[in-house]
């Protein structure tokens, strides 16, 4: 059974950096698309950024793209993402997903894994 483990969240003031990190266990993740997802209390789930198994593809949602930069390293199974540019509205719970089949997706029913949640909290 695959296992996930997010770190690397925290505080930070607007316009600062942090970098989440997902490490897998139990199994590979180097077959498997990769999506980073956040969570804000009472609400859906929303798609961040997605990587294929190769890390030669990614894709990034709108209010993201150019701030945050989805990479993964297939040898020590782990994905990461670098948030930059911090802004208050992207204080939220922050999740890795693995979708062991199939391309990247932006919905969270494709993926079948997912770790346990980092918090990551920006203020003005």
């Known amino acids: 059974q695959v296992q996930m483990v997010e770190s690397g969240g925290g505080s930070v003031q607007a316009g600062g950096s942090l970098r989440v990190s997902c490490a897998a266990s139990?199994?590979?993740?180097?077959?498997?698309?990769m999506g980073w997802f956040r969570q804000g209390p009472g609400k859906e789930r929303y798609f961040l950024a997605g990587i294929n198994a190769s890390g030669t593809i990614t894709y990034y949602a709108d209010s993201v793209r150019g701030r945050f930069t989805i990479s993964r390293d297939n040898g020590k199974n782990t994905v990461f993402l670098q948030m930059n540019s911090l802004k208050p509205e992207d204080t939220a719970v922050y999740y890795c997903?693995?979708?062991?089949?199939?391309?990247?997706?932006?919905?969270?029913?494709?993926?079948?894994?997912w770790g346990q949640g980092t918090q990551v909290t920006v203020s003005s």
């Open positions: 997903g693995l979708r062991p089949t199939g391309s990247i997706s932006t919905m969270a029913s494709s993926y079948d894994y």
């Open positions: 139990g199994g590979t993740l180097s077959s498997g698309a």
